[in-house]
């Protein structure tokens, strides 16, 4: 290489004469014709290299069929309904709805039909009365929360755990437990 190098700097000074710098290859490129030996061994050898590749995927594909073969399959989902979801749904709903009507369409004494010194005890009657509703209500919205609970705790893995007497709420659960029916009662 080095001597090529001194070869053209020689050579471009004296004005271009880069026709006197001896060429490395051709010149001009060469028509090569393959004989029909190599040409069939290069056929060959594409063909084996397919070959080649497809059994190597062909195992591999088999290998992935035997791990999927071995994992435990995933749970189906039925489209059963569930009676006690559904019970609950209905009950939660019926008494949203005994709540909303009892807080927008307050009920008070017919006063003008009380007589005449007894308005007073009319009021009494009906503030029992209303107090009488608000703790009934109250009772079953507990007992309400009392049975979703119970379900969502059944319904969480590894959200309970069994006893002969009861069962006991995680701390975790507990949580989502009050928070879930924080949200279930401003709604």
Known sequence: M?????????????????????????????VVKDSPLLLQEIDNLRKLFHVERNERLRLESNVLKEQLNKLVPLPSFKNEKDVVLESLFKEGAKLKKDILNTLAKPEFPPVYNAKRGNGTNAWIKHFAEEEDKMLNLKNRVDEFRSKVAEQVIKRKYGGYVEADFTIFPTVEMTKVHNLYFYFVLIN
Do not use: H, R
């Open 2 to 30: 080095k001597e090529i190098l001194k070869v053209y700097k020689k050579a471009l000074p004296d004005g271009n004469q880069m026709n006197s710098v001896p060429s490395i290859g051709p010149s001009l490129p060469a």
